[in-house]
């Protein structure tokens, strides 16, 4: 089997695995941390030792604020202002990304806020050209 | 990694041009960013008492070449600034490009290959090349400035899945300080507004400023009586990424800076004081730029060791700082990374004053890029001058009372490149 360093491009199978709610990423044969986003390479010790693997999407929300608007990127025009998160996945990398569930309001937040870290669950949310992660506040 | 300089190295000669918009701003209103570019330059060298001719080698930085326009900058600037026929480069480091070069021309001049480096950077966050026009300009919209500046951001997965500055420099670094210190959020916006004030009053007190006007003089005029009502005015100052609003961020700007590094022993005697560059420290990341603790960013950690191991200085020893403060509440997490403010109380010393310049921890009295304003490769060669006129005690209104002897500068190169150099008094 080509490891996924030897693969055409990562970027574009992790954009392909979202369109189908896989979240790809690697994790490394000698350290045996995980990498997401997958970069072909170890982002924790540097080895290119690594091997693709589907993540759970289980994740807690750490903090959420939200985007600026008009929205600093096209895509993302339609949907500003979008709350943001800081989002610790179950298998350890960090990640921030859209997060659904909760308005982009200073109220909403705040409540959020107050809560404590809350257990989200990714998803894929589809833009005009392109699906991109997103995580889903749970109950 | 030896992290030393084997010869001393020192900034004999500074230049900055005034920060603003070369549509609007009256002392830019009509520049070229070859002009813009050569104000700063001439100077610089002026201030070291020499000419483009009497440098080794030009670094030239500009870093969102979409509005600038002149890639191969040595050499089509070259005959601006007097700079023919020398060793040159064009490079970024972001937001760090000013402060980066100083860092490789304090190398090349102690590995004994040059004697003397011009640094310049030059930029325009505001207005871009109209057309074809080789002098002709027009604005560039918010949303043009970030595409192209979040160029420098992951481009694989970050921006295009919805990255934003403002949430990721701003609100969730506030969100993780209030949490981390147990600070409430009101006390978290009174400090951001207080902090605000006193970048405003360093802006209003310096004439190369992009803003020169104090926050309550701008609340007044806006009809408020009490400027911490104008503050948390929704019209004046919205929620960008709450808890953060507006105010607390940086303003673009065209402008320009310059600085000249030599050999100590060629600097003695000569027309302006000279500093010298006695460590410098750098140390990039990838998104994310922390981990669970928002407040917690490594690789400034490891720039700010490393500076300090080369220049020997401890915390206790830093007269003034700057941290790059594109984001008031990172730019504070940072200045407690280093030890000048103590971790969590970094707010607390806003709101009482004491980094205004004639405070007992002064900061950014210049003005920051909030109130001086931002032009990204430009920047950090702002902070460095502000740091030199400190030290040479001729700051006029925002002097800082006790002459600093030592100097920190941080920052921050998109996305991310954490920079540190250290200043000192011969």
Known sequence: ?139 | MRNKLHEKAVISGVGCSRFGDLLETPELKGLTIQELTARAVKEALDDAGLTGQDVDAVFAGNAMVHSSQVPGTYSQLSKWTGTQFKAGVHFEAQCSTTNVGAALAAMSIAAGVYDTVLVYGLETTRTKVKGFSPYEREPISHQQTWLWTDMAVNQAYGVPQGYDIFSTYNGLVALGYCRKYGLSLEDYDRSMFELCRTRRLHGAMNPKANIQEKLEDRAAKEGFADPYDYWRSDKHNPFVAWPSRLLSLVTTADGASAMVITRANLAKGGKSQPVQLKGFGINYSDLPWYGEDPTVWEFDRRAIDAAFDMAGIEADDIDYLHTHDCSHISGICTAEATGYLEPGKGLAAAREGRLRFDGDRPMSTHGGRHAFGHAWGASAGTDTYEAVLQMRGQAGPRQIKKTPEISVIHTHGYAMIGTVIVLGSL
């Not at chain 1, 937040?109 to 392109?130: F, H």
């Open chain 1, 1 to 139: 089997m080509p490891t996924i360093a030897e693969n055409p491009s990562a970027i574009r199978s992790y954009y392909e695995g979202l369109s189908k709610g896989v979240f790809r990423g690697t994790v490394c044969k000698d350290c045996g941390r995980h990498s997401f986003p997958p970069t072909g390479c170890c982002e924790h010790c540097g080895s290119w030792d690594v091997e693709p693997v589907e993540l759970s999407g289980d994740a807690t929300l750490l903090l959420a604020t939200h985007n600026i608007a008009p929205a600093c990127h096209p895509r993302f025009e339609k949907i500003a202002p979008y709350v943001y998160g800081h989002i610790r996945l179950k298998e350890g990398p960090i990640v921030q990304a859209i997060v659904l569930g909760v308005k982009a309001t200073p109220a909403d937040l705040k409540a959020l806020y107050e809560r404590g870290p809350v257990p989200v669950k990714a998803e894929t949310l589809q833009m005009d050209d392109l699906p991109v992660l997103a995580f889903r506040i749970k109950g």
